[in-house]
C-alpha cells in the first residue's frame, strides 16, 4: 500500500534533487522587423530558456505558418541551421503583430517508471503523478504520445493590429487577453488557454526569462474560464510555457501529451 507521506516523499524527492527531463520547443522572434523584408527567426529546443541544445528539424514540422495583422496566412519556410538553433523566415506584407506557429509531427515514446515520474513532477503534471499513486502504478512504464505547437509573437514597425488576441487552431495555445506589447514592468499579462479549441481550466502555466535556469522561475493555475495572469518582471524575452497530459488509452499509447509555449520580447 502507498501512502501519501510515501508519495510526498518522493515528490519532493523529484522537484529538489532531479533535472527536468523533457525539453521545450521555442521560436525566438527577433529585436526588430520591417515590413516588406525578410524576418529571419530562431527555432530552439531545450530547459534553460532559450538555449538550445541542438538544431530541431523543422524542415518535417507538418505546419509552419505566420498570420499576419490582416488575419491573412503567409508562408513560414525553414532556412537552415546556425550552430544549435534552426531558422524560419517570412517575409511580412503589414506593418503590425505577427503570430508565428509551427506544430511538431506526433511521436510515441517510452520511457521507464522512474523517469516517466520524475518528468510528470518536474513538468507540471503532479496530479497525473498522484493518479498513479491512486492506481498503484509507480513502478510501471508508460508509452506516451506527445506533439508541440509553440508560438511567438513579433511586431513589425510601429503597427499595433493583429490577431494576437485569438485561438489560431492549434491543439494546444496560449493566448494573450492583452497587447503584450503594451505591458510595462510591474504590469501583469492576462492569457487564456485554448485545448482543442476549448478553454482549460486548471492548467498549470509556468514562466521563464533569460538566466531563469533550467525550470520556469514561477507557476499558475488557470482559473474556471481557462485565464492565468502572468507577472512582467522585466523587460525583453519573456516565455510561457504549459504541458498539457491526457489519457486516451490508445493501443500504441496509454498517455498524451500536449506541449506549447509563447514566446514575445517585452518592450
Do not use: C
Not at 487552431?169 to 492569457?191: A, H, S, Y
Not at 486548471?202 to 526569462?209: E, Y
Not at 486516451?248 to 509563447?262: C, I, R, V
Amino acid at each position: 500500500m502507498i501512502h501519501r507521506q510515501s508519495v510526498l516523499a518522493v515528490l519532493l524527492t523529484f522537484l529538489f534533487t532531479s533535472p527536468a527531463f523533457a525539453h521545450d520547443l521555442w521560436l525566438i522572434p527577433p529585436i526588430k522587423a520591417t515590413a516588406k523584408q525578410s524576418v529571419v527567426l530562431e527555432a530552439s529546443v531545450g530547459m534553460e530558456f532559450p538555449v538550445s541544445v541542438g538544431p530541431p528539424k523543422t524542415e518535417g514540422y507538418p505546419r509552419k505558418f505566420v498570420i499576419g495583422p490582416d488575419g491573412k496566412m503567409l508562408l513560414l519556410k525553414s532556412a537552415g541551421t546556425k550552430d544549435l538553433v534552426s531558422l524560419l523566415e517570412f517575409t511580412p506584407t503589414t506593418p503590425g503583430i505577427q503570430v508565428i506557429a509551427v506544430e511538431t509531427t506526433p511521436r510515441i515514446i517510452e520511457l521507464d517508471a522512474d523517469k516517466f515520474n520524475e518528468y510528470l513532477v518536474t513538468d507540471g503534471l503532479p496530479h497525473i503523478f498522484r493518479l498513479r499513486a491512486k492506481e498503484k502504478t509507480l513502478n510501471q512504464p508508460a508509452k506516451e504520445r506527445y506533439r508541440k505547437s509553440p508560438t511567438a509573437l513579433l511586431r513589425v514597425g510601429d503597427g499595433t493590429e493583429g490577431e494576437w488576441n485569438k485561438a489560431i487552431g492549434l491543439p494546444l495555445q496560449i493566448v494573450p487577453l492583452q497587447n503584450p506589447f503594451e505591458r510595462k514592468v510591474g504590469d501583469t499579462l492576462r492569457v487564456k488557454i485554448f485545448f482543442q479549441k476549448e478553454l482549460l481550466a486548471g492548467a498549470n502555466v509556468g514562466w521563464q526569462r533569460p538566466g531563469d535556469g533550467d525550470t520556469p522561475i514561477g507557476y499558475v493555475r488557470t482559473d474556471a474560464k481557462g485565464e492565468a495572469l502572468i507577472p512582467i518582471a522585466q523587460t525583453g524575452l519573456l516565455t510561457i510555457r504549459l504541458t498539457h497530459m491526457t489519457r486516451p488509452k490508445m493501443p500504441d499509447y496509454e498517455w498524451e501529451s500536449f506541449w506549447t509555449t509563447l514566446t514575445v520580447r517585452v518592450p
